[in-house]
């Protein structure tokens, strides 16, 4: 919450301070004058378009994440939480950029209407006059429609800004829409590939602008002609006695690539780290079919190494050279090899199932980038744990049970957790399909309010961390009962509601 709060306070102090500045700054005096208040719309905008879309990449670098994950495990565990809000904020920051496009497209439409009226006024005022300065002469012009036959129309699709405004919000508006939720979980190649026009927004961003279309008066030509003194004598600039001269202007410089260079080239090295590591071969060791098309892949890497919770991104060649989906791992890390259970929920995975299936071809080659950090790590943070999970949702906690298992077989001190709780579906087998023990997870819907009142009674002054994935529904639901059951003395039992985000 801090950590959007503080967002939303910068993206307001920005957007005040840069409309401020083109607001009242002498230096726009004259742009202001054909204009008006439009102009500081389009720039404040431009602002906070800038800044988000400077920050628009980190929450989905994902080396990042964890890397800083495990640099705040020094730290407070709530600097770490704040990192498994990564997609929320991803989103939001995408809200903001919307918005602010909305306000900078409808600023500058306000701008180029008027840019015309000027251009074709005859009515000899200030406006009129700056319009109709020269555009060859030492390129000093103020109004970039050249003359009154030229439409807004035609200055949009031939200007840099006006052509490269057009693509980015082209591809803005597709990559918004195919993020929607059902799109998203409905046909996730159409989100997957159509949210990859991103590099077409930044190039376009980056560039955008370079054509220098707003323009304010230099600081020589300040000196000869300054606002304050001369605007009002504008009729007698041309006369050779006038101690005002013409103004001349000059493009604002180009301010979009000075803010996402930097994120831009972390989101490369990203890339590269993720192709690197996912080049290394990847060992098929074990295929298991579970009932209702579960598919589960042990596999083994060199070099891998994982924790409880944690997640890899998974690629199948044979299918698409391009999607990657993730996958939360199932397997312990005391075990000798990792493992995911993959439900078919969409085109790729049936794919891949029915790739497996086939008993007579060869085995198709896997591709695996990661592991990657999750809100799962901090389980054995908390003295009582309370595991919640939905469908496929109850995968993170198979390697959580099992490497739980493990610490109990070979008495680990260290391990702080006294007791975990879990719900889910398994009434078909000996032992569970997750997790392999005999102690299996239960299905059905609990009654929170008597499970949370039974846990506070139990663990009087335990800190209780409950770890859901799932649906938003029921991601409420606990929240809500995590706040209701906590207790005021921070001595006594205190809830802790954790939810997986990838």
Known sequence: MLKKAAWLVLNVFLFVHAFLSFEKATKYYYTRQILGSALAWARASARCLNFNSMLILLPVCRNLLSFLRGTCSLYRSTLRKQ???????HKLVGYMICLHTAIHIIAHLFNLERYSRSRQATDGSLASILSNLPHQENDSWLNPI???NTTVVYVTFTSIAGLTGVIITMALVLMVTSA?????????????????????????????GLGGIVRGQTEESMAENHPHMCAEFFEKWDDPASHCKPPQFEGLPAESWKWILAPGILYIFERILRFYRSQQKVVITKVVMHPSKVLELQMHKHGFSMEVGQYIFVNCPSISYLEWHPFTLTSAPEEDFFSIHIRAVGDWTENLIRTFEQQYSSVPRIQVDGPFGTVSEDVFQYEVAVLVGAGIGVTPFASILKSIWYKFQHADHNLETQKAGHAALNFDKANDILTGLKQKTFFGRPMWDNEFSTIATAHPKSAVGV??????????SLSKCCHQYSSLDPRKVQFYFNKENF
């Open 83 to 89: 990192l498994d809000h990564n997609l929320s904020f």
């Open 146 to 148: 050249q003359s009154s």
């Open 467 to 476: 770890f859901l994935c799932g649906p938003q529904t029921l991601a409420k």
């Open 180 to 208: 929607m939720e059902f799109i998203r979980r409905s046909y996730f190649e159409v989100f997957w590939y159509t949210h990859h026009i991103f590099i077409i927004y930044f190039i376009g961003l980056g560039i955008h």
